[in-house]
């Protein structure tokens, strides 16, 4: 009987460490261009976002600086112009300017187009 226990204690403690070890991994989603499927296809305000992320719908586009301001009026540098909310960069509206990325709008589909990071060395 003590050996019973002693078995199924041990099978239980193996058990528990091999689901704790399971569950630390984490799992990194790897997009490879398409679009990532835990991103909502409604925004907040009711459009539907446009399915397909090619770089050909961002054109020519090239971000080159954000002075964002949570409380009042941000700007960005988007191909060599000082842009605000509302102003039309060729086809492309901005819609929103964030801390490190633009929002753009191009016949009723968002995208963002993202600040990149200058590596050091």
Known sequence: ?????????????????????????????????????????????????????DEEVKGDLNLEGIIYDKNGVSFAIVNGAVVKIGDVVGDNQVLRIEKEKVIFIKEGATFDLELKKEETK
């Open 1 to 53: 009987m003590l050996k019973n226990k002693f078995i199924l204690v041990s099978v239980f403690f193996i058990f528990t460490s091999i689901m704790v070890a399971g569950a630390a991994e984490q799992y990194v989603y790897e997009s490879k261009g398409k679009r990532d499927p835990f991103i909502a296809l409604v925004t907040s305000d009711g459009r539907l976002l446009k399915l397909d992320t």
